[in-house]
């Protein structure tokens, strides 16, 4: 089983002739309303490539929580997993430039409201061998609850410290796999070529280390090897949720299927070139479909 704790909003993006800079005013495209947040959109990617998937996020007491519900239903993700808590759910404006890069603003009331509680329920029925996702969607006390909860329950522990929260570095000793940008690796461990940054997340306890490169592809080090391998070259039309796409299929590749590390990556790489060359968020996952006939390859 997969039990990924994390965050979930509902994104609205907007196409802009350029990103928004400090103290500007851009004219953009109407509002496109889809599923976001970093924890729905890693369970989504998920539940399309696997089985026994299970989202623990918090939502609001608003009329975006059950269209929030609903959608995660659509996926096969038990909308009974969700906590409710008073107030308004999460929302992520995204700003899509001509390139398909984006800028991204997202509220985190809703989901810091999850808590170490909150975490340690959610893992009590965890069987050895079971597989947890954590993300900076949750504040660093509850990842560091549900962290210790696992490690007592014998789980897999994936970590993607996106969004960076002050006190992700002190979270990275016996986790199983990290997977951070560049400029997540450098908050974590300081500057450096990407090898290297992957080098240092392992020398301070992580079993695999992954640092991803965009188009330049993802490096690894730790008991799978080292390893550099390049990306699926696509047309990029949106790069939002490509991350989540890749540590998703990842995951899946790894823990599911027992690919060694490289090939997983290989995997999560053509996973996300499908994402890059749609617009959108969960309209642009790959199908599961496409996920099965990468995985076949």
Known sequence: MFIVLGNVAVDETMQSPLLPARGATVLVGPAVRDLGGKGANQAIVLARATTDVRLVATIGSDDTARWIAAALAEEGLDPAHLIRVPGASDRSLVFVGPDGDNAIASTSQCSDALSPAHAE?????????????????????????????????????????????????????????????????????????????????????????????????????????????????????????????????????????????????????????????????????????????????
């Not at 188009?215 to 080090?221: L, T």
């Open 121 to 297: 329920a959610a893992l009590r029925g965890a069987q050895p061998g079971d597989v947890l996702l954590l993300q900076g969607g949750c504040t660093v006390e509850t990842n560091r609850a549900a962290i210790a909860a696992a490690k007592a329950r014998d789980m897999r522990i994936v970590f993607n410290p996106s969004a960076m929260r002050e006190g992700f570095d002190t979270l990275l000793a016996g986790v199983d796999l990290v997977v951070a940008n560049a400029g997540e690796a450098a908050e974590l461990v300081g500057d450096g070529a990407p090898l290297e940054q992957a080098e240092r997340l392992v020398a301070r306890g992580v079993g695999d280390a992954v640092v991803t490169l965009g188009a330049r592809g993802s490096v690894a080090a730790g008991r799978g090897g080292q390893h550099a391998v390049p990306a699926v070259q696509a047309p990029v039309r949106d790069t939002t949720g490509a991350g989540d796409t890749y540590l998703a299929v990842l995951a899946a590749a790894r823990f599911m299927h027992g690919a060694p590390l490289a090939a997983a990556m290989a995997w999560a790489s053509a996973a996300a070139a499908i994402t890059v060359g749609r617009p959108g968020t969960r309209a642009a996952f790959p199908s599961r479909a496409e996920l099965a006939a990468i995985a076949g390859k």
